[in-house]
């Protein structure tokens, strides 16, 4: 499909920067998969590679009881994530993680494959572009060809630009559907969605459901309230009922 519009692909699936090792065996990938879909355990992970050089469970408490993170750290040290330094301290094994985000798109990737049986390809570089050619995650669906740009970060940290940049490289791509994740429980609506309203004048941005947004059913803007899978889920039934993007 990437071909077909004229875009070799150059690169996609990037191991070096995932907070867990690449080379994980099926079972542990299937556990890992599951932990991810829990909002809670992704804000620990964060905190994770925030303070990876020495942490303990007091620590990681933003968003899980002690209970909870005694859980999770028992999780990843029993599977070689993050190691003991001694009493109830630990340091991440990955020394050159510093984002959240390749493991996030890694994880968006798995949501199209395992939950809607689309093939998915995350961090993905492409050739021939004039807006830099960085896809976070491309998916088909049904044929139809999705873009989702996956951000990390709340969005107080995300700035016009970015969006921007999304749009750009959403209209080179030309693909049915563009979905635009803000991993956070926060409100979409402040701050991320006048930035789609400024920058698309004379398209009227509906509210699907909750913080869900689209715009004309091509474009989605979703964060991760009540679930990142369940809104995922929403923006495709609602793109198949539509034909080609604008």
Do not use: Q
Request: charged share 30%; proline share 5%; aromatic share 14%.
């Amino acid at each position: 499909m990437l071909k077909r519009r004229g875009f070799p692909v150059l690169g996609a699936n990037p191991t070096e920067y995932l907070f867990f090792p690449p080379d994980l065996d099926k079972p542990f990938e299937d556990e890992l998969y599951e932990m991810l879909k829990k909002y809670s355990f992704r804000i620990f992970i964060r905190d994770v590679i925030k303070k990876r050089h020495s942490f303990e469970a007091g620590d990681l408490l933003k968003y899980s009881t002690k209970e909870w993170v005694g859980r999770y750290i028992d999780f990843l040290h029993k599977r070689g994530v993050i190691t003991s330094e001694g009493g109830e301290s630990y340091s991440l094994k990955a020394e050159a993680v510093f984002s959240f985000g390749d493991t996030l798109e890694w994880f968006i990737a798995n949501v199209f494959e395992r939950e809607f049986s689309s093939p998915a390809l995350w961090g993905v570089r492409l050739g021939g572009t004039s807006s830099g050619g960085d896809y976070d995650v491309i998916a088909s669906i049904e044929g139809r060809l999705a873009y989702v740009e996956v951000k990390s970060s709340p969005p107080k940290n995300v700035e016009e630009a970015e969006v921007l940049a999304f749009l750009k490289r959403t209209e080179e791509l030309s693909p049915s559907t563009a979905i635009f994740i803000e991993d956070t429980r926060l409100r979409m609506g402040d701050k991320i969605v006048p930035f789609f309203e400024s920058l698309l004048p004379g398209r009227e941005v509906e509210r699907v459901a909750a913080e869900t947004f689209t715009i004309e059913d091509k474009v989605f803007i979703i964060n991760s309230m009540p679930d990142i899978i369940s809104n995922i889920g929403l923006c495709i039934k609602r793109s198949l009922k539509t034909g080609p993007f604008w």
